[in-house]
């Protein structure tokens, strides 16, 4: 019996911290589960080193990656997501490209680790977005995502969301 992969989309604005640290994070937890990329409506076009420092920590590969526009993904014939997660606020309230498939989404607002000064509190906001997301997806992953509807997985991640808290 083969497993079912998903497909899921982890959206920021930027495509330099959050979203990278979300689709880091489907991979590994995932363990061939479900396939993860990331992207930005508006993307820096380079990853945050911090966000790749915090993942290495955990031991994390982050060979390949980069920031990329959500444009890549919006294309006829392109990949189909079952998942997509908007992880900062500004991406949950752009009007997003109009995915094929019609995935579940589910908007996982965590504060910005990019923008905190100085370098040390930097860090720590970045392993602070860590643990929220990990929370978030191990808690995602744990349920029976191949016998749920979209309708049943959104409101799921929804609730992932609320009781996982800050």
């Given amino acids: ?5 998903f497909n899921v989309l982890v959206l920021c604005t930027g495509n330099s911290a959050r979203s990278i640290l979300g689709e880091a994070l489907f991979n590994h ?8 990329f990331s992207a930005g409506s ?4 380079r990853v945050n080193p911090t966000a790749l420092e915090t993942l290495e920590k955990h031991g994390i590969a982050v060979s390949d990656a980069r920031s990329k526009s959500w ?11 079952d998942f997509i997660f908007t992880v900062c606020d500004n991406a949950a309230n752009e009007a997003c490209p109009v995915w094929p498939g019609h995935p579940a989404t589910a908007h996982w607002g965590i504060p910005d680790p990019a923008h905190v000064e100085p ?16 929370r978030r997806v ?19 991640a929804q609730r992932i969301h609320m009781e996982a808290g800050q």
């Fill in 71 to 81: 444009d890549e993904f919006a294309v006829p014939g392109g990949l189909t997501f």
């Fill in 119 to 134: 370098s040390e509190a930097k860090h720590e906001a970045f392993e602070t977005a860590y643990r929220q997301l990990k």
């Fill in 138 to 156: 191990e808690a995602f992953l744990a349920l029976p995502l191949e016998t749920m509807t979209a309708e049943k997985a959104k409101a799921a």
């Fill in 29 to 36: 937890l995932g363990r061939g589960r479900v396939r993860a």
């Fill in 1 to 5: 019996m083969t497993q079912q992969t």
């Fill in 42 to 45: 508006k993307p820096t076009g």
